[in-house]
């Protein structure tokens, strides 16, 4: 299977450890990953309040890159996945819109048609790959290793985009932990925000809004969380420390990418995987 990837931003700066993982997982599982290395950064969520055009016209490009391969656009980064359908779907309901960023899109050689289906890594296991290939490819049964599931909210919200008629019945995760050998943890905040956008205004709001998620899955009994969102991830670990000192309680929780906690059950080492890049040192009992 062949697809247009798209690491984002983060995973080529900030988290840099999540591109090498679903490098080094994607290998195992056959995946053939072209990326697109002259594409921008999606405008996270900020660039659209500002200049909706240019938002338009940014992610456009990308998603014309990937049609011009004639490849699906496989993204590693809920903020991402979200722009993208949000693009599709303006673009799809304006055709005078989409007529006016195809002309922007024709100096570049490029036209955008919206036929690109946008999938995220976390699908492409699912749907893609299957259940049945990933028992194949479990070398290391992650038994006995409890596990919050960490969603986020742009890739449950809005539901329309994703298929939910609620997004709280998001069970994906869930789904592939139970694959890879791990218990699910149930808690509150799962399918919550973990505050990112507001940490350049207020940090506070960041770090009393995930406090209390990663507080309710240690609560629950979790060892670890995991995310498909690298977003999610810099709150969840960067900011640990500021979290347990608003607490005034310990947390210690590792924040797994997801293709880490993947890349643990098909054999990869920790070292393989740069857990060790983490904030929150990661130690499992596995």
């Known amino acids: 299977m062949k697809f247009a990837y798209y690491p984002g931003c983060s995973a080529q700066s900030t988290c840099k ?29 900020e660039l659209r309040a500002v200049d909706p055009e240019l938002f338009l016209a940014l992610n456009a490009r990308i998603l014309a890159m990937a049609e011009q391969d004639d490849l699906p656009l496989m993204t590693i980064c809920n903020t991402c996945t979200l722009n993208f359908f949000d693009t ?12 006016r960023v195809n002309e922007v899109l024709s100096e570049m050689g490029l036209s955008y048609t919206g036929k690109t289906r946008v999938t995220h890594f976390l699908w492409v296991l699912l749907e893609d790959v299957g259940a049945d290939r990933l028992k194949e490819l479990v070398a290391r049964p992650l038994a006995g290793l409890k596990v919050g599931a960490y969603y986020g909210c742009h890739i449950v919200r809005p539901p329309k985009h994703f298929g939910f008629f609620d997004s709280r019945n998001a069970r994906s995760i869930e789904t592939l932990n139970g694959i890879l050998g791990c218990d699910s943890i149930d808690y509150d ?13 207020d940090e506070d ?23 498909p969102c690298p977003l999610c991830h810099t709150v969840l670990d960067t900011l640990q420390g500021e979290m347990e000192r608003d607490l005034g309680e310990k947390l210690a929780m590792p924040i797994l990418h997801l293709p880490q906690l993947v890349g643990l059950a098909m054999g990869l080492t920790p070292e393989q995987l740069q857990l060790s890049k983490h904030m929150v040192p990661v130690e499992l009992r596995l």
């Open 189 to 201: 905040g799962r399918v919550e925000c973990c505050g990112f956008h507001t940490t350049a205004g």
């Open 88 to 99: 599709q779907k303006a673009l799809r309901d304006d055709p005078e819109q989409r007529d």
């Open 17 to 45: 450890e999540l591109n090498v993982s679903t490098r080094l997982v994607a290998a195992r599982l056959g995946l053939e990953l072209v990326e697109l290395h002259s594409a921008t950064c999606t405008g996270s969520r």
């Open 205 to 227: 709001v960041a770090i009393k809004l995930s406090g209390r998620h990663v507080k309710s899955a240690r609560d629950g009994g979790a060892k670890a969380m995991v995310t």
